[in-house]
């Protein structure tokens, strides 16, 4: 993979402060986009007009946004406090490396060994070497945010990096931007924020645009790591192919949609898998349910380790989900 | 100032019940104001024309308060309730309570202590648990009925820089709203949102973008959370209270765009006014599903630190609130100042 | 009207959240002969209208979900087991040993089979645990299966409405296919009385997976005021609060911060003008049904909370009592009649 594709994976963008990977991918967008721009919340906008007489509206949306941290304290010895941005779990925070918008880089170590078996976020703190609270405040203040500190690498097919969640979405749009030459539709490509918080950048975002059509991409579960055996929560695994979502705890595709996207599928042999979730939801979720409901979907990138900071995917799943949106905007027909 | 909070913090107004309390806003501000109406879910709103009409800003705060409700009248008279927003259940027995539009005196009652098993002095409360009683002799002469709202009858009183007293979430925020609408000219037009329902739900809060245009940004005033006497170690409190009124960088529901935190921080540093950030991410406000209504609308949350709340009787500063006055009102007047982008 | 026959059609046929065709196309075929326009949306709302005969007339939206409570296939394991989730709120202690239907391509029976007493581990004969460890036996193998079931497809329990001492309907997706019923029962009320509003029936979907028909459905009918038609609890098994009465021939109404008191005045002033029972509900928080959305989606409307009492709710053994339905039907169709707009107050113009 190119390296200003891995980039992508890098640049800093926790849920609320994704000015530099807005930036980085406005950098990228902007030579397939007639137009690309910020609104209120921060969503990245970027759209690019058909020449067609019967195009309709189509908004494509990869959330920009990461998980993270956000420094609710300073002690006095220069040790910061934290909590979470988006969902995370507490043990799989021990001993990681993290770094701050500034270049700051710190470790997250626990209080003590009692607190481990029910570890909270409460009993974690960052280690940035500082020497008391006045040399740490020099250059952390309380809100600032911080993310893990990880290379992304490429091994057996597979991509391993953090933020797959959902930067790999925002890697979908961009190679689809670049390999779209003749859409039959008016494709809006929104990188929204702050998913990780309340899918709430798809929501504005939805409400200005009122698209005829929505796509998410995301990142799904996949059923193949040991210790899923009896405990079935995703339908999808790694490698089978695109995941077309049927329901998510946010979306119940409409069938119509799903019966299209699987039918264009087959048509031209793109690997596909049916996808249920039983837990979590996607920008799909909000944009579905703007103002008279707008119909939507969500084609999902089965992913291991999800909200990890060594997410691992395939990228012939990313492959052929490039390939069935492509097929879906150079469609004459939309379902809607 | 501290006479009109008194007043508000004085006055019962519970999710769904807040018709004193709009009414006394109404009587505070109507001659300040070029508009004024209620809304199908009990908020009110007002409209005050500024110099610069073009550009307007959205400033809310809740009337509502956390009560208690009557759910069950049994024979004997005696009154069962559930909370109406969030308490903790200890906070509630042997409380002096009112019931009902008549006000009725009561109290939340607890079997003396003489009579209670072993085990029993060790079990936790629970709201189900809890009695009220009015001195009824039975169900028949009780003169209650389901769905009457209870209140804690507390009085607020003046201690020296201190203020104690009930619902404080947020009379603090009516208070100082009502304060900027008496400013005889403002810069720019303001409307002031006092939302209904806050305790149950934002329900206000995700209403007050609509009906409503030329929005530049909202500014949210509420209370929140003190609790700087029981902190262990060197963990911060959530908010301190004799700090200045807290800003929201995180909470629940929102997260507060980096242009305004900079830009308030700004003006507070101009003007010299303290503040303080709050420093947990728990609790959400109105401004969360005021900032993701519709396209989108900036929101700051400017919140006065209260110890003990949500409980019968809070504490907050006197300079606090003096300072989140100000701070509030120079938001509004350096309005046209603010840019997003 | 035949009340009876009805809710052995409502309920006898399925319509699981996401998945409302089957159950729209009854409920259209029923409202179509006794309303002035039929129209659905995109998330599948169905709405039926019946116009109004005042000048000065308001929209009145009433609301029923029409969607049930089910379980989706997940994923055929290569035993030939069928794993599924809940769509919407499923007690697991409902599920050993209940008999299902998978709508697939084609109707395939199954059962959610548990290992016999005989050879019960320690300590689990009154526990179901987790729902992901439960599957569904065809008894077919997964070679069998495999042009029957896909992930995707839409479970239902295999249970048959009986109705009991003629005017108990017993059986599944009584929540709320119930207040489908009153709804249609309020429309064929109508045909007599003269509506003075614009009445705007909306059986929506996905109710049970978070309100979402109601959220799109509010947003475009764009009504004046409204009333959300759906089920409370009646057990009789119920803690020590006063709940609401099954054999109590009123049904009830919402009393709470959530639902306007200007418009439930005038609709309790109504049914007592018109000697109509009913019982006080009190809901002291916005709670899940229909009206949470009404209330407050663009700016929001008014809104009423009817309620039919209904016992044993997400069981595939739900309970409700014809009388009550009868009797909310009745009461709203009056107030189509008679209730003023309770318009928001201008204090200073």
């Keep these: 993979m190119e390296k200003k594709y891995l980039k992508i994976f890098k640049e800093f963008g926790p849920s ?104 909270k976020i409460d009993n974690l703190y960052v280690d940035i070497g500082a020497k008391n609270k006045e040399a740490a405040e020099k250059h952390i203040k309380i809100g600032d945010r911080f993310v893990w500190d990880t290379e992304p690498f490429e091994q057996f097919g597979n991509l391993c990096s953090m933020a797959l969640d959902d930067r790999i979405g925002c890697l979908i749009l961009i190679l689809l931007a670049e390999r779209l030459k003749a859409a039959k539709h008016n494709i809006y490509y929104v990188f929204t924020v702050q998913e990780e918080v309340g899918v709430r950048g798809a929501k504005t975002s939805a409400f200005a645009i009122e698209p005829d059509l929505g796509i998410a991409l995301d990142v799904t579960g996949s059923d193949d790591a040991p210790g899923n055996q009896t405990k079935c929560s995703v339908s999808c695994a790694m490698g089978k192919g695109t995941g077309i979502k049927i329901m998510d705890s946010g979306i119940i595709v409409p069938k119509q949609i799903v019966d299209w996207e699987i039918s264009l599928a087959e048509k031209h042999k793109i690997p596909y898998q049916r996808e249920v979730l039983t837990g979590g939801a996607t920008d799909s979720f909000a944009i579905h349910l703007t103002k008279k409901g707008i119909l939507a979907s969500t084609l999902s990138v089965p992913t291991r380790h999800v909200h990890s900071s060594s997410e691992i995917c395939s990228i012939a799943d990313v492959e052929a989900t490039v390939k069935l949106l492509k097929v879906i905007c150079e469609s004459e027909k939309l379902p809607v | ?220 005033l509420e209370g929140t959370t003190a609790n700087d006497r029981d902190f262990i170690n060197d963990l911060s409190p959530t908010t301190e209270i004799g700090k200045g009124p807290a800003i929201t960088i995180m909470d629940s529901n929102i997260i507060t765009n980096t242009k305004i935190l900079d830009w308030v921080q700004a003006i507070a540093k101009e003007k010299k006014i303290p503040y303080q950030f709050k420093r947990s991410v728990v609790g959400g406000t109105d401004a969360g599903p005021i900032y993701t209504s519709k396209e989108g609308l900036p929101a700051l949350n400017i919140a006065l630190p209260c110890r003990y709340i949500h409980s019968p009787v809070a504490i907050i500063s006197i300079p606090d609130l003096n300072a989140m006055r100000d701070l509030a009102l120079a938001v509004v007047v350096k309005a046209e100042s603010f840019k997003i982008k | 009207m035949d009340l009876k026959e009805i809710i052995l059609k409502l309920t006898n046929n399925h319509g699981v959240s996401g998945r409302e065709e089957n159950i729209k196309e009854i409920i259209r075929k029923i409202v179509e002969p006794i309303s002035d326009k039929v129209w659905t949306d995109k998330l599948g709302n169905l709405f039926a209208l019946k116009e109004g005969k005042s000048k000065d007339k308001k929209r009145f939206l009433i609301s029923a979900h029409m969607d049930q409570i089910g379980m989706i296939v997940l994923k055929i394991e290569e035993n030939g087991i069928i794993k599924f989730h809940s769509l919407g709120g499923i007690n697991p202690l409902t599920l050993g040993g209940t008999p299902v239907i998978i709508h697939g391509k084609e109707k395939l029976y199954g059962v959610i089979g548990l290992r016999p007493p005989h050879i019960a581990r320690e300590g689990e004969a009154g526990k179901i645990g987790n729902m992901k460890e439960l599957y569904i036996d065809t008894g077919y193998t997964r070679k069998e299966l495999k042009d029957k079931v896909q992930t995707g497809d839409i479970i239902t329990y295999d249970f048959e409405t009986e109705i009991l001492f003629d005017k108990y309907p017993m059986g599944q997706a009584m929540d709320n296919r119930a207040g489908c019923l009153t709804l249609i029962a309020m429309l064929d009320r109508l045909q007599i009385i003269k509506n003075r509003h614009d009445v705007i029936a909306m059986f929506s979907v996905q109710e049970e997976v978070g309100l979402r028909g109601a959220k799109v459905g509010t947003y475009s009918v764009e009504a004046d005021f409204g009333a959300a038609l759906d089920v409370t609890f009646a057990d009789p098994i119920a803690d020590q609060r006063d709940t609401i009465k099954f054999n109590d021939p009123g049904f009830g109404l919402d009393k709470g911060p959530n639902f306007c008191p200007k418009l439930r005045e005038q609709f309790v002033k109504i049914m007592d003008d018109e000697s109509i029972p009913y019982q006080d509900c009190l809901a002291p928080y916005p709670g899940g049904t229909d009206a949470y959305m009404m209330q407050i989606i663009n700016g929001g409307i008014p809104v009423l909370g009817i309620d039919i009492p209904l016992k044993y709710m997400h069981t595939p053994t739900e309970f ?15 107030a189509s009649a008679l209730i003023e707009f309770p318009c928001s107050e201008e204090v200073i113009k």
């Design chain 3, 320 to 334: 409700v009592n014809l009388t009550q339905i009868s009797n909310a039907a009745r009461a709203l169709a009056i």
């Design chain 1, 16 to 119: 609320g402060d994704e000015e530099n990977i807005s930036n980085y991918l406005k950098e990228l967008m902007k030579s397939f986009a007639d137009k690309c721009y910020n609104d209120v919340l921060g969503n990245l906008i970027c759209v690019k007009k058909s020449n067609s007489k019967n195009a309709r509206n189509i908004m494509l949306a990869a959330h920009m946004d990461q998980i993270g941290f956000i420094v609710t304290h300073i002690d006095k010895k220069g040790y910061l406090r934290f909590h979470s941005v988006g969902g995370h779990y507490p043990y799989n925070q021990v001993t990681q490396r993290v770094i701050f918008k500034n270049g700051i880089k710190g470790m997250i170590c626990y209080d003590n060994e009692e607190c481990l078996p029910k570890l």
């Design chain 2, 1 to 220: 100032m501290i006479k009109r909070l008194i007043k508000l913090s004085n006055a019962y107004g519970a999710a769904g019940d807040e018709k004193e309390i709009r009414d006394f806003i109404i009587k505070e501000i109507k001659n300040n104001v070029d508009s004024l109406k209620i809304d199908h879910l009990g908020s009110l709103i007002a409209f005050k024309k500024g110099t610069n009409d073009k550009i307007r800003v959205l400033l809310s705060a809740h009337m509502d308060e956390v009560a208690l409700i009557v759910d069950k009248i049994d024979d004997n008279g005696l009154l069962g309730v559930s909370s109406v927003g969030g308490f903790l259940p200890k906070v509630i027995p042997a409380k002096k309570v009112l019931v009902g539009k008549d006000r009725l005196p009561g109290a939340v009652v607890l079997k003396s202590l003489h009579l209670m098993r072993p085990e029993e002095r060790e079990m936790p409360v629970s709201i189900r648990g809890l009695n009220i009683d009015i001195g009824a002799k039975d169900k028949s002469s009780c003169n209650v009925s389901i769905g009457d709202y209870v209140y804690f009858a507390t009085k607020a009183r003046q201690q020296g820089n201190y203020l104690f007293g009930k619902a404080f979430d947020d009379r603090v925020g009516c208070a100082i709203l009502c304060e900027i609408l008496k400013e005889k000219k403002l810069p720019v037009s303001v409307y002031a949102h006092f939302c209904a329902q806050e305790e149950v739900g934002t329900r206000g809060g995700q209403t007050a973008v609509f009906n409503k245009e030329r929005l530049k940004f909202n500014l949210n």
